[in-house]
């Protein structure tokens, strides 16, 4: 089999529409991940065991279970119990969730760096443990851990794949429908691998950006905040 060119660019306006998919339930699933992510690590290191517990449960039962699983359960379960949604909106809540569980002990690992004389000062100051946690703790947590944020924005964009499975037209289902429509798979399949390498390429390259733009500051945010 011998590639095709001219059969390539025909289909290329349709592989770019569905690349607007793929990048969409990524972007949404990935801030979904970040924000849902932090709140289950504060969570899981709470003082209560009633609070601690239950949420660390919550996040190895979501690590320990595959993706492809919770994509079915939310999409063919929860209709059951009367919750219908979308497939893109399904997609997109279970690629947060799924990604959120592993974001949140990368957060926990970057709070717990935090040097021990920067709590005793926040004691020592009377802060609060709101006022703690968001002007002193978290500026200095999230920063050394922004790289292994950024390899999971990868892996999830490597994931969106298995959201065909729920009939969401992302960029491999669409290359899928195409080989069987016209028979060719080489040009289609060959182009989506492509095109997740560059992309994969250039979300690496906002990670390291990102990275250099929140790399940690001289003087501490404790410093900065007596001022």
């Known amino acids: 089999m011998i590639f095709d060119w001219d059969f390539a660019y025909s289909i290329l306006p349709n592989l770019v ?30 003082r209560f065991r009633l609070i601690s517990w239950p949420v660390g449960f919550v996040i190895e039962f979501v690590r320990s279970t595959p993706l492809l699983v919770q994509i079915y359960f939310l999409y063919f379960v929860l209709p059951e119990f009367g919750l219908v949604m979308s497939p893109f909106l399904t997609g997109v809540i279970a690629l947060g969730v799924h990604y959120a569980a592993y974001t949140s002990e990368v957060y926990r690992a970057g709070i717990d760096g935090v040097p021990k004389g920067q709590w005793e000062a926040c004691v020592a100051l009377d802060l609060s443990p709101y006022r703690t946690m968001r002007s002193v703790i978290v500026p200095q947590a999230i920063p050394p851990v922004v790289p292994a944020l950024g390899n999971y924005l990868v892996a999830m964009f490597k994931d969106t794949p298995m959201l065909s499975a729920i ?61």
Do not use: H, N
């Open 167 to 227: 009939t969401v037209l992302e960029l491999l289902q669409t290359a899928k429908i195409i080989g069987s429509q016209t028979f060719r798979y080489l040009e289609p399949l060959t182009m989506v691998g492509v095109i997740f390498l560059l992309l994969s390429l250039v979300a690496s390259m906002m990670v390291r950006l990102v990275e250099r733009r929140l790399a940690p500051a001289q003087s501490s945010p404790l410093l900065d905040y007596t001022k």
């Open 17 to 46: 529409d569905a690349v607007w998919v793929t990048i969409a339930a990524t972007f949404w699933g990935f801030l979904l991940a970040l924000g849902l992510g932090l709140v289950l690590a504060l969570l899981r290191r709470s």
